[in-house]
């Protein structure tokens, strides 16, 4: 199946830097990403949906500035957590739509695991 | 009440039993996906589903679409199976956003 990387799988920094996290569709185009983040003992939470070519977006309660989403290209999404801070050590999910024929697919990244000291 | 409902929220079972985890829904939904989430926190996904029955190794999932219902069943569990398995779903109507069940974490002993 469609394979769907994630890259740093962890990072620690201190408070106040800011962290990139990519995610890669390795073997298959999407137009789509997802971008979701888990707080611990909870459920993942969708942060913001990801259009290639266009802003990304956000639901409710997501800072936009805090969480910057670049889709450049139809395999790499990124996203940049500006300023962290202790309360944004998460785990941060992303998947990839992948559409052959009409039938739509999601394919999931492994995880980044952010710790901010 | 939430949209998507996993049970039980905590398994724990002896090597080698065989295991059920169930997920029930209330939406109108395109796909179902059962994933696994061991305690590094890493994703592994282990069945998209909309309709039927799918196999691969000793994990098998069914849907039923009708009964807005799905079971995913490890066979003769082993204590690496251990982990919290996660079920979502697709909306029928949001633009294939997923909506979360809470998990459910299982220890298999050995």
């Known amino acids: 199946g469609a394979v769907v990387s994630q890259h740093p799988s962890w990072v620690i920094c201190k408070s106040g830097t800011s962290v990139k996290i990519e995610c890669r569709s390795l073997?298959?185009?999407?137009?789509?990403m997802f971008w979701y983040r888990q707080f611990p003992k909870q459920s993942l939470m969708l942060m913001a949906t990801?259009?290639?070519?266009?802003?990304?977006?956000?639901e409710q309660g997501v800072e936009k500035d805090k969480f910057l989403i670049n889709h450049a290209s139809l395999t790499l999404s990124t996203l940049t957590v500006t300023s962290a801070h202790p309360e944004d050590s998460s785990f941060y999910i992303c998947?990839?739509?992948?559409?052959?024929?009409?039938?739509?697919?999601?394919?999931f990244g492994p995880g980044t695991r952010l710790t901010v000291l | 009440k939430n949209e998507v409902e996993q049970s039980p929220q905590n398994l724990t079972a002896q090597e080698g039993e065989f295991i059920t985890i169930n997920c029930s829904y209330s939406v109108g939904i395109s796909a179902l996906h059962w994933l696994q989430q061991h305690p590094g926190g890493g994703i592994v996904s282990l069945f998209m589903?909309?309709?039927?029955?799918k196999k691969h190794g000793r994990l098998i999932a069914t849907i039923n679409i009708q009964e807005k219902h799905s079971s995913l069943h490890i066979t003769a569990s082993h204590p690496r199976d251990s982990a919290v398995y996660i079920c979502s779903v697709a909306h029928m109507d949001s633009n294939y956003q997923l909506i979360w069940g809470a998990g459910t974490k299982l220890i298999i002993k050995p």
């Open positions: 073997d298959f185009q999407a137009t789509t």
């Open positions: 589903l909309s309709s039927g029955k």
């Open positions: 998947s990839a739509m992948q559409r052959v024929y009409s039938t739509d697919t999601q394919y």
């Open positions: 990801s259009n290639e070519g266009s802003k990304a977006t956000y």
